[in-house]
C-alpha cells in the first residue's frame, strides 16, 4: 500500500492529474502516510506560501434562498441578526483595522441571491473608498451577480470574487433548491470573464459521501480554481442541518489531503468550522491546507488574527499578498 500511495504522489508531483479511483482509494489510507504525502506535494508546488483572508458580513439575514446549513435564510428560525448593506465608514473601518494587523485580504459577503443594482453601485463606492485608503486586497461574495455587475466590481478596486459550489453537482439538490449549481458556474465564468480571479469551494458535513466531495475537488479542478475554501459544517439550530453529527480535524485532514492531491497548485483554505477543532486546524496545514479565513466568520465566532500568525509562524509559513 505505501508503494502505491509513493507512486501515486510521484506521478502527481510530476504533472499527473488522478482519477476518481485512484482518489476514493487514497480517501482509505492511513493518515500517518496520506497527510505527509499531501503535504510534499503543497511544497513541491505552493512552497510556504500563505494565503490568510478576513470576512466581514456586508448584509446579514433575510436571504431568499433555501441553503439547509445557513442561519441567514429567511427559511428558517435561527438567532443571527439581520441588516441591510453596510455603509462605507464601517466597511473602510473593518479593512483598516485587519490590515494593520498583517492581513493581506479582506472579503465583503453579503446575503442573498445576490444584490441588486443599488446595492452594487453602493458597494463599488465602498471598495474605491477602500482602495484608496489601505493597502489590502478586495475580495467579494455578493451571490449571482453577471459579468456587467462583475465589471463594476473590478474597475472599484476588486481582485477576486467567491462563489462556493458547495456539494457535488448530484448532491447539490439535497443541499439547495431555490437555485442550481449551474448558477453558481455561471456566475464564477462570468465573474473569470471580467477579469476577477475566483474562490470556490464547498461544505463538508453535510451528509455527503467521500465520493461527493471527490466530485466537487475534480469539478473545482475542471473550473481551474485556484483559492478553494473548505467548511466543516457548524450546525446551526434552526436550521434542517442543526442535527448533523460534525466533522472530526481528522476527518478534515483526510479530505484535504484528497483534495490537494486533486488541486496540486491551489491555495486550499480552512474556512468557516476551523475554530471547532481541538487544534484550530493545525494537522490541516500539515495536510496540505495553505489557506485560511482567520477573525469571525459570517455568523460564528472564528480565531483570532494573532493566534494564526503565531501558528503560521511555528509551522514555517509565510503570509504573503497577492495570491492568485
Not at 448584509?59 to 445557513?70: L, N, Q
Not at 464601517?90 to 498583517?102: D, I, T
Not at 465566532?301 to 509559513?317: H, K, N, P, S, V
Request: aromatic share 6%.
Amino acid at each position: 500500500m505505501e508503494e502505491k500511495l509513493e507512486l501515486l504522489k510521484q506521478e502527481v508531483l510530476a504533472g499527473y492529474q488522478i482519477n476518481m479511483e485512484e482518489a476514493l482509494w487514497l480517501s482509505g489510507q492511513p493518515l500517518e502516510e496520506l497527510c505527509p504525502a499531501a503535504d510534499e506535494i503543497r511544497q513541491k508546488f505552493c512552497g510556504n506560501q500563505f494565503d490568510l483572508c478576513t470576512i466581514i458580513n456586508g448584509k446579514s439575514g433575510k436571504c431568499t434562498e433555501d441553503c439547509k446549513y445557513c442561519a441567514q435564510s429567511s427559511y428558517y428560525q435561527t438567532d443571527v441578526e439581520s441588516y441591510p448593506l453596510l455603509g462605507t465608514d464601517e466597511l473602510l473601518k473593518q479593512a483598516e483595522y485587519n490590515s494593520q494587523r498583517g492581513v493581506p485580504r479582506y472579503s465583503i459577503v453579503t446575503s442573498g441571491k445576490k444584490l441588486s443594482s443599488r446595492e452594487v453601485g453602493q458597494v463599488c463606492e465602498s471598495i474605491k473608498k477602500i482602495k484608496e485608503s489601505v493597502d489590502i486586497s478586495v475580495c467579494v461574495s455578493f451571490g449571482l451577480l453577471g459579468e456587467a455587475d462583475f465589471r463594476k466590481v473590478k474597475e472599484a478596486g476588486a481582485v477576486r470574487v467567491h462563489n462556493n459550489l458547495e456539494a457535488s453537482e448530484g448532491y447539490f439538490p439535497s443541499v439547495c433548491t431555490t437555485h442550481t449549481q449551474q448558477d453558481k458556474i455561471n456566475s464564477l465564468k462570468a465573474a473569470r470573464n471580467a477579469g476577477l480571479s475566483v474562490c470556490s469551494g464547498g461544505i463538508m458535513g453535510l451528509g455527503e459521501r467521500m465520493e461527493d466531495r471527490i466530485s466537487l475537488a475534480m469539478a473545482l479542478r475542471e473550473l481551474e480554481v485556484g483559492s478553494v475554501p473548505l467548511n466543516m459544517l457548524n450546525p446551526i439550530p434552526g436550521t434542517p442541518y442543526e442535527y448533523n453529527e460534525r466533522l472530526t480535524e481528522d476527518d478534515m485532514c483526510r479530505i484535504v489531503a484528497v483534495f490537494r492531491f486533486i488541486l496540486p497548485k491551489a491555495f486550499i483554505r480552512l474556512a468557516g468550522g476551523r475554530g471547532l477543532m481541538e487544534e484550530k486546524g493545525r494537522k490541516c496545514f500539515q495536510s496540505g491546507a495553505n489557506a485560511a479565513i482567520t477573525g469571525d466568520m459570517l455568523t460564528t465566532a472564528g480565531i483570532t488574527i494573532q493566534q494564526d500568525l503565531q501558528m503560521l509562524e511555528e509551522l514555517g509559513y509565510q503570509v504573503v499578498k497577492n495570491c492568485t
